[in-house]
């Protein structure tokens, strides 16, 4: 059983890597190199690139905060220290390929609070699709200020049918959770014993990993916190516009953030070299942005973010005494963890 899970997971990263590779030589298949030189030559990032920075990592603080919340029914977490589980899962997907980072995140998490990693693991993916839902909806806003183009219609059906059939399921838990808990029950009730006790107790720890979104006040204040981290990430993008000579316009630095974390959700490289550049690209260019200057704009952004959250990383694993060994294996146990988890 391990072996095969290796095997998978080194086919995902080989899988990531390619999608990754093939999307950064489409990025600069047609792109004037000496005008991008020329181009981040010539940017003036004092003091742009400073807020811009600033603004990114303020919005992890508020990820740390959403954090906090979503497991405050059961653990007493610290701002810090949540925002430094959320932060150490953004830079290990900086590190390894096909977001590794999501389970890594998942079993700090567990670690640090004591919570079953079903339970975490069920938390991280919830912040991930009200994510997608927020950057959905930023989109879909954006639309009536800037023209969209055929592409972002498709991106935006397609995200539509995915978080809409992942809310299905949320929601379906969150109003009848013992209904869900049975279901379960009924369905493993033909395997082993200890594989039927195993199912129970992972559909639980599940159930109580959305239980912060029960009550509608509750629902209401995640959904405002998850809509400030993405405004504070926009302002990561709108922050380096002058430092290229593009308008400060917050709809383009919305359309731009929201095609470019939609089009990284498929895993890929590390840091997502080659999708982010691809697809930030695009969005400015549909905005009229020279493709020279829009591709150096998409250099420095991010390098804005891919800098400052892997140092801070690096520092958290040295913090806790972690190596990178070891957060990969509490990555892997995670994993093995999600199938069979023990009561």
């Given at each position: 059983?391990?072996?095969?899970?290796?095997?998978?997971?080194?086919?995902?990263?080989?899988?990531?890597?390619?999608?990754?590779?093939?999307?950064?030589?489409?990025?600069?298949?047609?792109?004037?190199?000496r005008e991008v030189r020329e181009a981040l030559?010539?940017?003036?990032?004092?003091?742009?690139?400073?807020?811009?920075?600033?603004?990114?990592?303020?919005?992890?603080?508020?990820?740390?905060?959403?954090?906090?919340?979503?497991?405050?029914?059961?653990?007493?977490?610290?701002?810090?220290?949540?925002?430094?589980?959320?932060?150490?899962?953004?830079?290990?997907?900086?590190?390894?390929?096909?977001?590794?980072?999501?389970?890594?995140?998942?079993?700090?998490?567990?670690?640090?609070?004591?919570?079953?990693?079903?339970?975490?693991?069920?938390?991280?993916?919830?912040?991930r699709i009200l994510d997608g839902w927020v950057?959905?909806?930023?989109?879909?806003?954006?639309?009536?200020?800037?023209?969209?183009?055929?592409?972002?219609?498709?991106?935006?059906?397609?995200?539509?049918?995915?978080?809409?059939?992942?809310?299905?399921?949320?929601?379906?838990?969150?109003?009848?959770?013992?209904?869900?808990?049975?279901?379960?029950s009924r369905h493993a009730s033909r395997l082993?014993?200890?594989?039927?006790?195993?199912?129970?107790?992972?559909?639980?720890?599940?159930?109580?990993?959305?239980?912060?979104?029960?009550?509608?006040?509750?629902?209401?204040?995640?959904?405002?916190?998850?809509?400030?981290?993405?405004?504070?990430?926009?302002?990561?993008?709108?922050?380096?516009?002058?430092?290229?000579?593009?308008?400060?316009?917050?709809?383009?630095?919305?359309?731009?953030?929201?095609?470019?974390?939609?089009?990284?959700?498929?895993?890929?490289?590390?840091?997502?070299?080659?999708?982010?550049?691809?697809?930030?690209?695009?969005?400015?260019?549909?905005?009229?942005?020279?493709?020279?200057?829009?591709?150096?704009?998409?250099?420095?952004?991010?390098?804005?973010?891919?800098?400052?959250?892997?140092?801070?990383?690096?520092?958290?694993?040295?913090?806790?005494?972690?190596?990178?060994?070891?957060?990969?294996?509490?990555?892997?146990?995670?994993?093995?963890?999600?199938?069979?988890?023990?009561?």
């Amino acid at each position: 059983m391990g072996k095969s899970r290796l095997i998978h997971n080194r086919w995902l990263a080989i899988l990531g890597a390619v999608i990754g590779v093939g999307l950064l030589c489409v990025a600069g298949r047609n792109v004037h190199w000496r005008e991008v030189r020329e181009a981040l030559a010539g940017a003036r990032l004092f003091p742009w690139l400073l807020f811009a920075v600033a603004f990114y990592l303020a919005g992890h603080v508020v990820r740390g905060l959403r954090t906090q919340r979503l497991v405050s029914r059961d653990a007493d977490l610290t701002l810090a220290t949540a925002t430094n589980v959320v932060v150490l899962g953004y830079a290990v997907n900086n590190i390894l390929p096909a977001r590794l980072g999501e389970i890594a995140r998942a079993g700090m998490l567990a670690e640090r609070t004591g919570l079953p990693v079903a339970q975490t693991l069920t938390v991280t993916l919830l912040e991930r699709i009200l994510d997608g839902w927020v950057l959905f909806l930023l989109l879909a806003l954006t639309s009536f200020a800037v023209p969209m183009q055929g592409w972002m219609h498709e991106i935006m059906r397609i995200a539509a049918i995915v978080f809409f059939l992942a809310t299905t399921g949320i929601v379906t838990v969150l109003v009848a959770p013992n209904s869900f808990i049975g279901f379960v029950s009924r369905h493993a009730s033909r395997l082993p014993d200890n594989w039927h006790d195993r199912a129970i107790h992972t559909a639980i720890h599940v159930a109580q990993g959305l239980a912060y979104l029960r009550r509608p006040s509750q629902a209401a204040r995640i959904l405002g916190l998850s809509t400030i981290v993405w405004l504070f990430e926009s302002c990561l993008f709108l922050m380096l516009f002058p430092a290229f000579h593009i308008p400060m316009h917050l709809s383009w630095a919305i359309l731009a953030l929201t095609v470019t974390n939609l089009g990284i959700l498929i895993p890929s490289t590390p840091g997502f070299i080659g999708p982010f550049h691809h697809f930030c690209k695009i969005a400015l260019m549909a905005v009229g942005v020279a493709e020279a200057t829009a591709f150096s704009c998409a250099i420095m952004i991010h390098l804005a973010f891919f800098i400052p959250i892997t140092l801070w990383g690096v520092g958290i694993i040295m913090w806790y005494g972690l190596e990178l060994g070891s957060t990969i294996a509490m990555a892997q146990s995670a994993k093995q963890l999600t199938v069979a988890e023990r009561p």
